[in-house]
């Protein structure tokens, strides 16, 4: 498999990373990975035979240190080559209009080449049209890594309960708000304080107001509703409340009754209606998403014939985040 990489972030460091420590792992499973290119804005690096990943890893942040490191290499130059079946595109969620990945996904896709990709921006705002370039093009677009990263919400929802009708869908998909509403809960900390463990700990990204507002889990519960239930909402149909507003006293008083403060995302099957939303909820013990506690996350589906099925766990962190990147690389070979 021959890859190009764009971007050059956190993610993409420990992709390649990963791609080193299972080298052997992979090679019994019958990949043999090359990157080809590995691209940032300013310019990028091109080998036809494979980079040497070894010494990209020891560059750190100076990849244009590289001796092939050159300003003119860009998407462009991957089309023009035609040289990788697979791009893995990790650049920053841009939710007003996708870019760039969006521009980088179509171009890829249209030139018949797979997408494995983390970046959530494109997929909400354009999955249904990124789906049929691909289908019209015969390749691959999967997006496991957009909807809870390690946590395998996409892969459970059109394997495991495949045959069976979705109902219900209800999910705790943000480890940073997970994270604040245990702390208050467990140690009695108001809002700020909680906050700034969370930032302390780099568990909240520098850009957290995505998280604790509600955003990233709405972006989340869309991109699984518009690719399982085949729906096709934006964020304006998405009722979105976060937990900036959550008091110490209000948990407390909920604490007293044996209930747990969590912000869910909730898709809800109505006479052929979809409702969404995503709340700050109390919720008790008989809740499928009680004992989701800290960093971890949980999706359950409520299904006709199969019941409740609930997935929860799956570590957070730009290392599992590229682990699900290399899930999905996987999945693209195994399953055809």
């Known amino acids: 498999m021959d890859i190009g990489l764009i971007e050059y972030g956190g993610v993409a460091k420990e ?3 990963l791609l080193l420590d299972k080298e052997n792992y992979l090679e019994k499973l019958g990949f043999k990975i090359k990157v080809k290119y590995i691209i940032r804005s300013s310019g990028g690096i091109y080998v036809e035979e494979g980079i040497n990943l070894k010494e990209i890893i020891s560059l750190g942040d100076k990849l244009n240190y590289h001796s092939k490191f050159r300003e003119g290499i860009n998407i462009e130059t991957i089309i023009k080559n035609k040289d990788v079946d697979t791009l893995v595109e990790l650049t920053n969620t841009n939710l007003e209009n996708g870019e760039p990945g969006l521009s980088h996904i179509k171009k890829a896709l249209e030139n018949k080449i797979n997408i494995v990709t983390g970046n959530k921006g494109p997929i909400v705002l354009k999955y249904k049209e990124l789906k049929e370039i691909a289908y019209k093009n015969n ?3 999967l997006i496991g890594c ?3 990263g390690a946590l ?3 892969n459970a929802g059109t394997y495991d309960i495949a ?5 219900k ?3 705790i998909l943000n480890g940073t708000s997970n994270y604040i509403l245990t702390e208050m809960y467990e140690n009695n900390l108001n809002y700020k304080i909680a906050l700034e463990k969370a930032i302390e700990e780099k568990i909240a990204e520098k850009n957290y107001s995505y998280d ?8 989340k519960m869309l991109i699984i509703s518009n690719a399982l239930l085949d729906t096709n909402l934006t964020l304006e149909d998405i009722e979105i409340e976060g937990i900036t507003k959550i008091t110490r006293e209000r948990i407390l008083e909920e604490k007293l009754k044996g209930n747990r403060p969590k912000l869910i995302g909730t898709i809800i099957k109505k006479n052929n209606k979809i409702e969404a939303k995503v709340k700050l909820e109390f919720i008790d013990k008989n809740h499928k998403l009680y004992f989701i506690d800290g960093k971890d996350k949980g999706i359950c589906y409520y299904t006709d014939t199969l019941g409740e099925i609930l997935i929860a766990g799956g570590a957070s962190g ?3 985040a590229a682990a699900s990147v290399l899930r999905d690389i996987v999945n693209m070979g195994i399953i055809r």
């Open 212 to 219: 604790v507002e509600g955003y990233d889990t709405a972006s």
């Open 318 to 320: 730009t290392r599992n």
């Open 169 to 171: 869908i209800e999910g």
């Open 163 to 167: 045959g069976a009708e979705v109902l």
């Open 139 to 141: 390749v691959k677009l």
């Open 146 to 148: 957009t909807t809870g």
């Open 152 to 154: 395998p919400t996409l």
């Open 15 to 17: 992709f390649i990373s």
